[in-house]
């Protein structure tokens, strides 16, 4: 299983920093946005959804400017660095929040259409983000940070979903693998790969309703996305190199140390049963 040394490197300073974060009309990108207000940063909050980021800027400080972007529009994206310095000057840091669920569908029923669409918003466009930014943050003279939103998919996989696991394990091997061309290009400057597993979002709700699944059952196992987003910042100021948040991905995790088989069959056995029940 999944499994990185801790940094020992001193902790960048919140506050101050100017941080771009995606994501942020909702769930917990809008929460790490807020948090990191809260914490006296300046935050670029990043969204496809312009009304979504108005309600995020109602809730924060004048320390927040809100941009309206598709992280899958390639050509945007590398002009949008562009749009965050002439706003505050310098940036800090990349929170790679953004992304898409996977409707429950089985590997028979998903669209060439959908995979493309899962693979371009939540791999390449956290890729392309990264790119767009990594020449600023190598400019800073104190270094920078990056964090990537991996997934519980990258741990065990999860029914219903498989696309969605291929493409948040993607992620994960791609914050792996930059943080290793971080260590030549520039120690100042880490990538945080973050792993989270249920996170109370709309998103996740709307998951359990369409399974079947209580909302009280599905609620009892997921973390709050306020506290999901302390914990993720924490760490990514902190230089790790990844983190795995909330309570059921440490409990996979734990299983799969022990036996991956029997993880698999604990994931098939929690989940399958809800989501196969009218899929298949």
């Not at 809008?30 to 309600?55: C, F, H, P, S």
Request: aromatic content about 6%; cysteine-free; glycine content about 10%.
């Amino acid at each position: 299983m999944i499994s990185r040394r801790r940094s020992t490197r001193t902790a960048m300073p919140v506050a101050g920093k100017v941080f771009v974060v995606t994501g942020a009309g909702n769930g917990i990108g809008k929460q790490v946005a807020l948090e990191l207000v809260a914490q006296g940063a300046t935050v670029a909050a990043v969204d496809i959804n312009a009304a979504g980021l108005q309600r995020t800027a109602d809730s924060a400080s004048s320390r927040l400017t809100t941009h309206v972007l598709d992280i899958a529009d390639g050509r945007a994206v590398a002009a949008f660095p562009r749009e965050v310095l002439d706003a505050h000057g310098v940036v800090d840091g990349l929170f790679n929040i953004a992304g898409i669920a996977q409707p429950v569908e089985t590997t028979l029923d998903v669209t060439p259409e959908r995979i493309d669409q899962l693979m371009t918003v939540n791999f390449r466009g956290t890729v392309a983000m990264t790119q767009a930014f990594l020449p600023h943050l190598l400019a800073r003279p104190d270094g920078g940070r990056i964090m990537l939103t991996s997934s519980l998919s990258a741990i065990v996989p999860v029914p219903g979903a498989a696309v969605y696991g291929a493409s948040k394990a993607a992620v994960a091997y791609f914050g792996f693998g930059l943080a290793q061309d971080l260590r030549r290009l520039s120690p100042a400057v880490t990538a945080t790969t973050v792993i989270p597993g249920t996170i109370w979002t709309d998103i996740v709700r709307g998951s359990a309703e369409s399974m079947g699944i209580p909302v009280g059952v599905a609620k009892a196992f997921a973390m709050s996305p306020e506290k999901a987003a302390k914990k993720m910042i924490r760490v990514t100021m902190k230089g790790r190199a990844s983190s795995v948040i909330g309570k059921d991905a440490h409990v996979y995790r734990a299983l799969g140390r022990v036996s991956s088989p029997l993880a698999d069959r604990v994931s098939y056995l929690q989940v399958g049963s809800f989501a196969y029940r009218t899929k298949v």
